[in-house]
């Protein structure tokens, strides 16, 4: 039976795309590199989880990615985040001549990030903006900015420093606030139009979040999360409707059926087997809940 997924290291997405820096002292922790379109790449087009942060800033050409299920077009001036646990791939790249697709992309271990000395939650996972909004397009004063830094982050890569990730480490972490002032920009525009959200409520919802991607395979039940974060479940109930504008239960839904999804689309993992990964009672339950949310069964996900 195959697995749907493959989870990369930064060794392997540094080896998909064409290379990289090959330089021992950035250990394992953190790659950047400026990528001309090259075959290679054609490797990401399985779907991978990718266990850290990655930071993609598009400078000419075009692609395709799906994050999480949902395609996106990235162009020139486009930044994207992901955040660890998505599921991404590679749809198509729009290259004619090849040469034309040119990105800078920064990864990070969750292990590299304390270096930094960085509040990550507060970077990146700031609510549902982020999470469902992976892909901003910047303004011609912010696309200048963030392309001197980056300049500035690969002459040091290519410098003969001796401590080339101590210098990374400092100036990453100014491009991270960098990058945090521009989220913040489309974040309020969001919130303009969106649910009005404490910070306490934020700080809760995002702790929710965090334990339905690590967990949604497993508990589906409120009662779980609440105890898990010594709430009562109505309580957490409304908290996370004020943060997000979504109920509870529908964020842990979304995350089983993003599961489900996966599995049907990119394996061939047989139903039975996929209602005891989700932890369903039974091939009833999982049918019921799938065609609920999708309008379809399984079998015709599948078959589509």
Not at 56 to 74: A, H, P
Request: aromatic fraction near 12%; charge should be positive.
């Amino acid at each position: 039976m195959s697995e749907p997924l493959q989870n990369i290291s930064i060794n392997q997405l540094r080896h998909h795309l064409h290379g990289g820096s090959n330089d021992a002292s950035l250990g394992n922790d953190f790659f950047l590199k400026e990528i001309r379109y090259d075959n290679s790449m054609q490797q990401l087009r399985h779907p991978f989880r990718f266990d850290g942060y990655i930071g993609l800033f598009c400078l000419s050409g075009s692609f395709t990615v799906e994050i999480n299920m949902k395609r996106y077009k990235i162009r020139p001036n486009n930044f994207m985040v992901c955040v660890p646990g998505y599921i991404m791939h590679i749809c198509d790249i729009d290259t004619t001549p090849s040469e034309d697709l040119h990105f800078i992309i920064v990864a990070m271990s969750k292990d590299y990030m304390p270096a930094i000395r960085l509040d990550v939650n507060r970077l990146f996972n700031e609510g549902m903006t982020v999470l469902e909004t992976p892909v901003v397009s910047l303004n011609e004063k912010e696309y200048a900015l963030c392309k001197k830094y980056m300049d500035l982050a690969l002459d040091v890569l290519s410098s003969t420093l001796s401590d080339k990730k101590g210098v990374l480490s400092h100036l990453i972490a100014s491009v991270m606030h960098l990058f945090s002032q521009i989220w913040d920009r489309h974040i309020e525009s969001a919130r303009s139009t969106g649910t009005a959200a404490t910070p306490r409520n934020k700080m809760i919802f995002e702790q929710f979040l965090k334990l339905v991607a690590e967990y949604h395979t497993t508990y589906r039940n409120m009662a779980f999360y609440a105890e898990r974060m010594c709430l009562t479940p109505k309580y957490l109930s409304k908290l996370i409707k004020q943060a997000s504008g979504r109920s509870a239960p529908e964020w842990i839904d979304s995350f089983v059926i993003l599961e489900a999804k996966n599995l049907l689309k990119y394996s061939d993992t047989t139903i039975k087997e996929i209602v005891y990964r989700l932890h369903f009672p039974n091939q009833s339950v999982f049918y019921k809940f799938f065609k609920a949310h999708t309008g379809m069964t399984p079998s015709e996900y599948r078959n589509s």
